[in-house]
Every structure is written in C-alpha cells, then in structure tokens.
C-alpha cells in the first residue's frame, strides 16, 4: 500500500490508567514512533524518548490532531495518535478516519489501528462482572449528536434490558444531562436494578460508588466517570469487608 | 478480606489471539499462579512453567471451572482463571460470580478481575473504527436464555440506531440463528448498512469480509467469527489496494 521508507500512522490507545493495562503492542508502537500527536493528559503518560517529538494539543481538537498525523505521515514520519482507553471506543480513531474520508490523498497513507482495554472493561473488573451479559454503550455527550438521539438510545437500551455502560456523563457545560439520563431509566427499570459510579479507575484518586437505580446520586458522575446502570438480572453479591460485588448472569429466565 | 497466605482467584483474560494483545498485569499473574484453570484452548496459549499446575476442561463447563478454581484457592493456591479476550465480557467473569453467589464460603476469598482486550475490539482495530460511537454488544447464543429474549434485543438495537456486535453468531449446533438475526437485522436497518465478519482476528487464519446488509451472507459466520452491523451513519472508506475501511463517525446529524 505505501512504498518503503514511507511515513505512517499508528493509532493507539494505553489503557484506562496503569502501564500494566497497556498492551505489549502499543507499548513497542511507542518507542519505534518518531511523533506522538495527543491530548496533552494523554501524552504525560508515555515515557520522553530521546529524538521523539511531541505534538500535545487540547482536548476537544481531535480533527485537527488527525490532521496533523496524516500530514506528518506523509512527510515520512511514524505517528503515534495517542489516546487513553481502547483508540476505536470514544476516541481518536474515528476522527482519524473521519479525516481519511474526507482528503482522498489521505487514503494512500498506511494507517495501523491497534486496540486497548476500554474504561468500561476495566470499571467492570473492579466491580466484579456486570458486563458479563448483552450490554450497550453510550456517550451522554451531546457535543456532536443531539440530545433526541441519545434519548432514544437510552429508551431502546432500556427496552432490550441491556446492562448500559455510559461514558462521558457529565462536565462543567453539561451538568444536567446525567440527571435526564437518570430520570429516563428510572422511568424505564426496575428501581432495585445496581448502579455503578467508576471513576478513575486504576489511578491513584480511583473511587468506586455503587447503589442502585433508586438511590444513585446522578451529581456524583464527571467526565472522569464510567456509570454502568444494569439489566433486570444484574444482581449484588454482599461480601465481608468490602463494597459488594455486582454481576450479570450468564443466563437470563424464560419469561418473555 | 482475607490472611496472610490465603490463597486467591485472579480472573485473566489473554485478549483475542497474538501475545501482543495480552496485558503486563495478565502476563505477571500467569507468572506467579500456581493453578491455571480453563478451556483447553485457552491454556494451550499459556507457556508452560515448571511446578505450575494445568486443569484443562472442556468448553461449556463453566461453573465447573469457577467451582474448582475458588475450590483450589481455598486451599491455599494462586488460580489463574484463563479466557481468552476479556473475562468481563461474554466470557469467565459472571461464571466465577455466579458460583460465588451461590456459596457463602466463596465470599471469603480474595478474587480479581484483570481486564482484557475483547474479540470486538481487535476486528475493530482491524476494521477501521466500526465502534467508534454508540454501540450493542450482543450474544446470539440461546444455550442459556432464550430466543425471544435475543430477538427483542436485536430488535430494541435497530431501534436505537446502535452499531451492532455480534458475540458466537453461530455453531455446528446453532447454524439458523444468525439467519433469523439478519432477517430481522434487513426489515429494521437500510439495506446498505456496513457489515463486517471478522473471524479468528490476530491469528494464522484471520480473515475479514466486508459487505452490506442487502449482500452479506449469514453462513460466513462461524463461532471464531465476530459480526459488526453498523449504525445509519457508519460508513465505508475505500483505499487503494486493500480492503475499504468501515468507521462510525463521531458526529450524528439533528434529524430528530
């Protein structure tokens, strides 16, 4: 696809928080990178190297951060686009292919996707295994798509009975949404069904808050949270000494 | 939770084929088990290690498993429960939970998760970014809930205008379901939505097929296979000389 000595685009994602949550392949794509291209919080977490230049930018820029990885690419350069979590799940892949769509020159340019473990994975380790079963994942975020669809979304989640993960619940412009998206389920779900407030999980300041549909508190999510809302068998499992476990079963009764 | 010496559970899973894709925590907990228990398919992606103990199983004995590995750890062993992609999802996690939900003594013993890099992902990376928004993850198999269950499912998915994975789309024993699932897939989705079949990602034999609603063919599907059906706004990228991409934008437009 591209001659040798060609420059070409890496996608990667390190991981929810810890190095050990970071796949071997990411890790090797980042030390043979000439160029990492980011958000700066991202970029922090990837060891200097020596020679290797960094092109951190603000959140909220990943088309033009796509760009500028295709445009280095092309002069020859190994781009490292970094974000945290898995890169296809919420986050720079898209906008990298939203880009390749876009600039037809682009379309030449080898571009390698390399997949990681997702906050929803890891907030579900913490937590015991919510996501065991059939589940939908949505962003609360109605920066790029509007409020009606994520409604809808969030009623057909509820209607299928899915566990539901959802990212991006909350931020200082968009307090208000968590509590509408709250106010739907409860509308929708058995008010017993578990809750869980994962935040910062496998960072220092991680915080585990879990309750149920009735009882959650919609303002303790921010953009550092991860809330899984469950299905009609998502179930408790009380503990010694610790918060309990939750879990989906496997199976689901024959009740239709 | 528990005293010095006491064994423990660490519930690992080896992503979904090269060791590339297996995390640093899941490589050091394969390190210091004593017991690894699992699918024989699984442990035979585990090197062997002098004085570690193999119990290999059968597929479909998953409570089983769950059962022998709290079993050995109450005796004061480090049991390596091993799946392959991530134990959270479709996989050994719930089973583990199920079993300690059932047995009060269970809940005495120190039990981890370690997240993974799930079958959905990798085909995505491969893909382009098919996940890249909103999404349902579904498995088609009934061995343990029934049929109307996944249907209403699939159906509440198509309402939601979610992309779609698939998990265990058919097997030698379950070979019509994923035709019902297009058939149901075709009378709620645009016959041009992108489909994807990836099948056994990252190993010798992986191979993708890239089609369309209208065109795909529900036999490709095999239990290595992982189905993507996109949403309305998922899109393809053709490139010279490969296959085209498939991405979900990030961005849906106000049509509400």
């Not at 958000?39 to 760009?67: F, I, M, V, W």
Request: hydrophobic fraction near 45%.
């Amino acid at each position: 696809m591209t001659h040798a000595g060609a420059g070409e685009v890496l996608v990667v994602g390190l991981g929810p928080g810890p190095d050990h949550w970071r796949t071997p392949e990411v890790s090797e794509a980042l030390t043979r990178a000439t160029d990492l291209v980011g958000y700066k919080t991202y970029l922090d977490r990837c060891a200097p190297r020596p020679g290797q230049t960094r092109h951190a930018s603000d959140n909220r820029e990943e088309c033009d951060r796509a760009r500028l990885a295709l445009t280095l690419a092309r002069e020859g350069r190994t781009v490292a686009v970094v974000s945290g979590g898995d890169p296809g799940v919420f986050a720079m892949a898209a906008a990298v292919f939203e880009v390749i769509d876009s600039d037809a020159a682009a379309r030449q340019i080898l571009v390698t996707v390399m997949p990681g473990v997702s906050a929803m994975q890891a907030a579900a380790a913490r937590l015991g295994a919510p996501l065991g079963h059939d589940f939908c994942v949505i962003s609360l975020s109605d920066h790029l798509k509007p409020w009606p669809l994520i409604e809808r979304r969030l009623k057909a989640a509820a209607d299928g009975d899915f566990v539901i993960a959802l990212y991006n619940p909350a931020s200082k412009t968009r307090p208000a949404q968590i509590f509408q998206a709250f106010d739907l389920m409860r509308a929708h779900k058995a008010l017993e069904t578990p809750v869980a407030f994962a935040r910062a999980v496998g960072r220092p300041d991680e915080q585990l808050i879990i309750s149920t549909l009735a009882e959650a508190d919609p303002a303790t999510a921010d953009m550092a949270t991860l809330v899984i809302i469950g299905s009609s068998q998502t179930r408790f499992v009380q503990r010694p000494g610790a918060a309990p476990w939750i879990y989906t079963p496997r199976s689901a009764p024959d009740t239709e």
